[in-house]
């Protein structure tokens, strides 16, 4: 028993050394470059402490950048999430589900130039409004799907029992439904979060790299600074937008672990 337990260790060891090998190599490896580049001068390397961060942050683009993509994340992850919660709510009471479920996850195989095409076809403003419009048309399908499997891991014995102790529709959703929706929930929170640091695409294709001062994102100040060749503003902002991302995404994760304990 001792050796098929060694054996079974050994061999998770194995497997997992082959992703941190990867996670270091790719991910934690850049990135410590990029924390110390962020001390530094781009050309001559000279070190200047936290100088670059100041810079950043009284930088008025930066500022700008920053405020944008908190408003576009306040209101376009809380719709989002309704949204998707209500359709997933309404679908899984009917019985072929499965075989549209398909047309769901549509919009996010379409190229993003494709998107941009049809967005422009409809609004001919571009502004924060449409890029709202945009992500929400682009992510509802897949928060559906994800949605669907929550509901549809709930055991059906926990709402019939409700229902038999004089529960109405509502009173199963908000107390029996909704409380076994707290593991989709932080998962979905979390890939909301991610895709929507990813619409700077839409907005860069709509309108350069100096659109609106509405739809002006973090990205678009990233592309600038990138083509001016500022890369140690790059790598300030880059550090201290990992770590906010950081220590907001940290909660749900910890979220979840307590759920599945």
């Known amino acids: 028993m001792g050796k098929r337990k060694h054996k079974e260790i050994s061999s998770f060891l194995g497997f997992l050394s082959i992703s941190l090998c990867g996670v270091g190599i790719f991910v934690l490896i850049p990135f410590s470059d990029v924390v110390g580049r962020s001390f530094m001068t781009v050309m001559s390397g000279k070190w200047v402490g936290f100088k ?48 549209i479920k398909s047309l769901y996850l549509f919009p996010m195989a379409m ?9 422009r076809m409809f609004f001919y403003k571009q502004d924060f409004t449409s890029l709202v419009v945009s992500y929400l048309w682009k992510n509802t399908g897949y928060i559906i799907v994800l949605w669907l499997a929550g509901l549809w ?16 529709g509502l009173q199963c959703f908000l107390f029996v439904k909704l409380p076994c929706l707290k593991g989709s929930l932080g998962t979905i929170v979390i890939i909301s979060f991610l895709n929507a640091m990813k619409i700077y695409r839409e907005a860069y294709l709509v309108a350069g790299a100096y659109p609106g001062q509405d739809i002006y994102l973090l990205q678009h100040v990233f592309n600038n600074w990138y083509v001016n060749l500022e890369f140690d503003k790059m790598a300030a902002a880059t550090v201290l937008v990992a770590g906010v991302l950081f220590f907001i995404i940290l909660p749900f994760l910890s979220w979840q672990k307590t759920e599945k304990v």
């Not at 670059?52 to 809380?78: D, H, M, S």
């Not at 190229?111 to 967005?119: E, F, R, S, Y």
């Open 111 to 119: 190229p993003t130039a494709t998107v941009v095409i049809v967005w």
């Open 52 to 99: 670059n961060y100041k810079t950043v942050i009284n930088n008025e683009a930066f500022r700008l950048a920053v405020a944008n993509t908190v408003k576009f994340v306040g209101v376009a992850i809380p719709l989002l999430i309704v949204i998707g919660l209500s359709a997933a709510l309404v679908l899984s009471k009917l019985q072929n589900v499965q075989v």
């Open 153 to 168: 891991s709930i055991p059906g014995e926990l709402t019939e029992a409700a229902r038999v102790d004089g529960a109405n």
